[in-house]
């Protein structure tokens, strides 16, 4: 059973930033595709940023391009987003998923992912 644990949440001003971290249990890591989502109070999961298995190539939502990065260290299964110039719309419950084997049109829809962590919280003050 695949368990991901995430970490670094918190509370930050407008403008400060954010390191979340995610490790993976999982053996075959390297030829995954790993996402982070984000969940708003009463709205579905939506996509942030991501590694397609594939090609290892990075996507992000255009919300996030030029603020956050997606980066992964594969010898230590883990996967990371690095999140400046916070905005209080980027207030949500982060979550970092995994999956073996969906196609890329796949990556940014959160129903195609079989393994998700816990979430952790991150607050933007204005």
């Known amino acids: 059973q695949v368990q991901l644990v995430e970490s670094g949440g918190g509370l930050v001003q407008a403008g400060g930033s954010l390191r979340l971290s995610c490790v993976a249990s999982?053996?075959?890591?390297?030829?995954?595709?790993v996402a982070w989502f984000r969940q708003y109070p009463g709205k579905e999961r939506e996509f942030v940023a991501g590694?397609?298995?594939?090609?290892?190539?990075?996507y992000y939502d255009d919300s996030v391009k030029g603020r956050f990065t997606i980066s992964r260290d594969n010898a230590k299964n883990s996967v990371f987003l690095q999140m400046n110039s916070l905005e209080a719309e980027d207030t949500a419950v982060y979550y970092c998923?995994?999956?073996?084997?969906?196609?890329?049109?796949?990556?940014?829809?959160?129903?195609?992912?079989?393994?998700w962590g816990q979430g952790t919280q991150v607050t933007v003050a204005s």
């Open positions: 998923a995994l999956d073996q084997r969906l196609k890329l049109s796949a990556l940014r829809l959160p129903e195609q992912y079989d393994n």
């Open positions: 590694f397609f298995r594939n090609n290892g190539r990075t």
């Open positions: 999982v053996r075959s890591f390297s030829t995954s595709s």
